[in-house]
Structure formats: C-alpha cells, structure tokens
C-alpha cells in the first residue's frame, strides 16, 4: 500500500476540472496506454492567461491527482509563469508523493510542455529547459523516454541514481537494458553542472589553455599545424590557427568540429571558438 | 470489509489460531530436548505431519518437509534436486510461474543452465504439446505450477508427469501448488510428481510456514544446513506453533474441500456475471471452466487499475490487480501479457479471489457496486471515442 498524503486522496476521490474543452486553444498529450499512463490537458486562453484547464486521465491514483492539481495550479495564471512550473511543484502542491510515484508529477509537466510547445514553438521551450540539442533520442524503447526527458527529471529534481531517475520517468523500469546509457546521462549531467559551477574566469582561461596544449596542439601538430590560444572573452576563446592549418581550406571545420567540441566537452558546453 | 484478496493471503481460522496458541505460552519447550517437558511440542510436528500427509495424499509422513513458506519450498526442491544431477543442465518451466520459481530460474540461467518457457494460450492454459516437444535426454527439471495464482488456471499436472517419467524418467518434476492446496483435492501418491510445495497462509494457517512433499527416492540437498532437523533437510528449530497450525489448516481445508468446489465456485460464477452483465467495460481475462475454484480475473477496459482497487478500498472492498502501478515495478503482469491481454484491459484487470469465508452478501455488494465505480472511472478517462465504441457493442 502506497503512502498517499491526504491532499493525493483528496485529488483521486473528487478530481477536479475533468473532461475536455471542445474548443480548447492549447492541447497537450504525454504518456500512452499501452505504458499504463496518459493524460491529455485541454487550456483555453485569453490574451496569455490560461482561462479555463480540464483533463482526461488513464492512470493511478497519483496520476489522476497530479492532473487534477495541475489544473487548479495553472488556472489564471499567464502562459510565462505556466512555463515555469515543474514536476517538482506539482508533487509538493499534492503535500508530496511516494518515490516510485514521481513519474505521475514528471507526466503532468510534460503534457502541460507538450501545450505550451504549441504555443512558444519546440525550440524555445526546450532552450528554455537547458536540453541537450540531440534530446529527442529515445533512451527507453520499453516506455519511449527521451534523452531530453531523463536530462529534464535530472536537473529539476537533482536525481543522482539509475533507481531515482526509473522512479521519476520510468526509463530503465521494464527489461532494464537502458540502465547503463541512464547512468552515462546522469554521470554526464554531473560532469557538466561541476565545471559551469566551480570555474572562476582565471581558472577557465587556465583550462582553456591546459586542453589545448595537452589534447588539441598534438593532434593538430601530427598534420603539421597547430593553434595559439589569443584570448578568452566571457565565452568566446579566440585562437589563431598556425603551420599547415593556417592556409587550410578545412580549417573552418577544424576549428568548429574539433578545437571548439573538444574544449565545450571538456570545458564548458557554452563556449564558442573563432580565430582572430 | 469485504476480503477478496485470498490468493495474496487469507484469514487465520480461529480453530487454528486456537491449535497453535499453547505453543506459543506454556509448552515451549525444544521438541529434541529429552525431558517430559518436550514430549508434546514433539507430538504437535508429528501430529501435524501425518495431517499434511493427508491433506496431500502423500504415502508416508516422512515425505513431509516443513519449510518457511512457499517460496523455501521452492527453492529447496529446485536447488536441492540440481545440486544432485549436476550432469544435465536443461530445465522447462512456463511463462507463467510465481516470481518464487521464474527468479531462481533467472538465476541458473546465468549460471549456463539453459531454461525453456513454455508459453500460454489467450485463455491461459498451458502449452503442453510445446512442452512435451521441448523435453531432451538431459532435462534436469522439469516445474510446473498446480494452478495459476492470478487467474487460478489448473494445469494439468499429472499428465505432465506421466509424460515426463515415460518419455526420461531421470528427469524430476517440481510442483509450486501453492495456489492449488485447499481449493481442489491434491493425491500426490497417485501421480508421478516428485517434489511439491504449499504454504500455509494461502489456507487460513498464518505466514511463516510452508511445506515440501518429497517423493521417498528423489534425492536433494538441503537450503539450510545445520542440525538434525526434519531428518537433516531443513535445519532449525521446528517452529512447533507454525507446524500445529499448518496442519489444523491442512485438516480443516480438507473438510471444507467439497464446500470450497461447489459453494465457492458458485459465489465466483455468480460475482463474474454480475459483473460482466452490468459492467459495459468488462471482460473476463480467462472464463475456462478448469480452474479453482475461488479466482476470477476481470480486465476494466481504458480505466487503470490502481485506481480502482482505491475506489474499492474506499468502499471496504479488498482485492489485487495485474496493473504496473500496484507492485512499484512499472510493468504490468507477466502472467496477463503471456495470455496476450490487450493493453486496453491489461492495465484494468483486477482478480478477485474468494474463500470459505466469503458470504453471499460481499458478492452482492460489489455486483451492487461495481457499476457506480466504473461510470466514475471511465469519465475521467481520455479514451472517451473508444469507450462509446464499447458502450454500443454491448448495447
């Protein structure tokens, strides 16, 4: 038996704003029911604000209860501070829900995003999220988890383990195999919050200048080239390619698809290489 | 409320309560120990193995091994009896096992032993000509359970068996009949089974005790060793008050055998079309006659599980669902995807499962019930188009 609080049982026994809006401006669908859950959000706007939610739920208690309070939540608010609500905020708006049961709020953010989509275009709201640009890449065939969706639960809920990021999204939850590529995503994740966190200007620069001589010149070096670190402004490095890669015809490539991918992964993912 | 959950596990009947409680007070005493003092708890296990005996139609008492529960049971007959065959590394079960056997088998097969499945039809029954292609010179084990624990289909065991030791007699047999024992008579000494396990708790004896039937020439080696206990097959203490119940709930089940197949299976017919003539989303996940006589499994088409067993809850009622959301998995029962449920139903299916406890009145009440919840249920539902669909088929 789950521990459900007070206000999830209050939520399945009489949910509110349930059914469709026929003429709704905004529709938003996750889940599926041979996964075992899905919710559709209907919102009807005016201007930006949401005027009126309902939805339609097949799931659990918690799934019921987190749709059910996600339209009470979203209900007057504009469509901006719609955007901003997360899994998070729907699971404490519920007085909380059991671990295994997280994967009910994380479904109620991701229709409402699928909505919002619409509105805002793919792009924007995915930028917004801080999503990696190949997201769409489907992780878990067994429950069709993205990348985008791992990396969202991650961050919003600070998840650390394989079991944690299964309860939130249920990546992982059936046969299991996708359990190591969660595990490269979260270590991935992690790898990245570190470095945009603990580096101070001097100590990026420092870094900057530590990749290139150890892990770029060399290889530049074997075709005869090289590269020469100038400056570091915010996060534009700017580099003068040298030797043989100065007359280069690749040397465009070179520097995007090599200089500039090697110092985002090991560096930071926002930084962005021209020569000078 | 109203219980109809008995294959998850069942009341204690007072009589057994009753068995069992000087053990637990006054005569404590260690069955080995030699003072007078020991005389009677040594009594009770000899008593309660005679009834078991009985109760399984086995041919001595000391075929009798008692064990912690079903799942011991389990895993004594299955590791104890490859321990001893070390040669022949193939085994065939079915798809549709009890988590206590398939994971042990998950285990041998990582060890290189290699283990068939034997799949079900829709109606879940038992692919017995796919399990008799699929026996070889060096089947080490062949296991089978008595009957289903969600859909409560029998299988035909002893036929199995007969096959089996004509076809390689070497070749053992295990029977997990947790499910069967209480709710359909078991005469172990007329088939050809070799080991056999129960557990107590699913015939009104409390959790915590269980038993294996061993046929007098298959060898194996103990899950626990130790002392001398059950003739060094299962070391430990005897837990006296354990055993006293579980053989009281051996002979009570017993007595109450023919009331369990003919009043039992009455209230289970009765609950199944009450609810499919007044439930248009309903449908029985399995309708074969041959199953026990307590179970039934109906999936709720477009309306999940969990929810409903809440809205059951909220009405005192008790029963158990096939849904991934009640087990904390994410994936829905094996058994039920073996079977091809469609995943309209899948998600939906709830089992109800009776006893000699459950009256008229309980049934009544949830036939009673059951339309109200389902109208709530399927309005919240965002299959809306199809459920018309359904509505209209059924008129």
Known sequence: ?276 | MIYLDNNATTKIDERVLEEMLPYLKEDYANPSSMYDFAKKPAAAIREARVKVRDFLGAANEKDIYFTSCGSESANTAIKGVLNCNREKRHIITTKVEHPAVLNTYKEFEKNGYEVDYIGVNSQGELDIEELKSKLRKDTALVSVMYANNETGVIYPVEEIAEYIKSKSPDTRFFVDAVQAAGKIPINVKETKIDLLGISGHKFHAPKGIGALYVKPDVRFTPLINGGHQERGMRAGTENVPYIAAIGKAAELAQEALSYELKEVTRLRDKLEEGILKNVFNARLNTGVKNRVPNTSNIGFEYVEGELILLHLSDLGICASSGSACTSGSLEPSHVLRAMGVPFTALHGSIRFSLSRFTKESDIDFVIEKMPDIMKKLTSISPFQEELEVLRKRRG
């Open chain 1, 1 to 276: 038996m789950w521990e459900y609080s007070e206000k999830v049982l209050e939520h399945y026994r009489n949910p509110r704003n349930v059914g469709k809006i026929d003429d709704a401006d905004l529709i938003g669908e996750a889940g599926s029911l041979a996964c075992g859950d899905s919710l559709k959000l209907y919102l009807k706007l005016d201007g930006n604000i949401i005027k009126d939610a309902k939805f339609q739920t097949f799931g659990c208690g918690s799934a019921v209860a987190s749709s059910s309070i996600l339209t009470e939540m979203i209900i007057g608010k504009t469509l901006e501070e719609a955007k901003k609500i997360t899994n998070k905020d729907i699971a404490e708006e519920l007085g909380g829900l059991p671990q295994e049961k997280m994967h009910c709020s994380v479904m109620g953010q991701e229709a409402l995003e699928d909505a919002l989509k619409k509105y805002y275009g793919k792009e924007e709201i995915e930028e917004e999220a801080g999503l990696p640009k190949s997201g769409d890449k489907i992780v878990c065939t067994c429950f069709n988890v993205t990348e985008n969706q791992i990396w969202e639960a991650i961050k919003v809920n600070g998840l650390k383990t394989v079991e944690e990021v299964t309860n939130y999204t249920k990546a992982g939850g059936a046969c299991g195999r996708c359990k190591g590529l969660i595990k490269d995503i979260i270590d991935t994740y992690y790898k990245k919050e570190v470095k945009e966190e603990v580096l101070t200007p001097t100590q990026k620069i420092l870094k900057i200048s530590k990749v290139i001589d150890q892990q770029i010149s060399p290889q530049l070096q074997k075709d005869g080239g090289d590269v020469e670190l100038i400056d570091v402004e915010g996060n534009k490095v700017k580099v003068k390619l040298t030797g043989m890669c100065s007359g280069c015809k690749n040397a465009t490539m070179t520097l995007k698809s090599f200089v500039e991918s090697v110092l985002k992964d090991k560096v930071d993912a926002n930084l962005e290489v021209e020569q000078v």
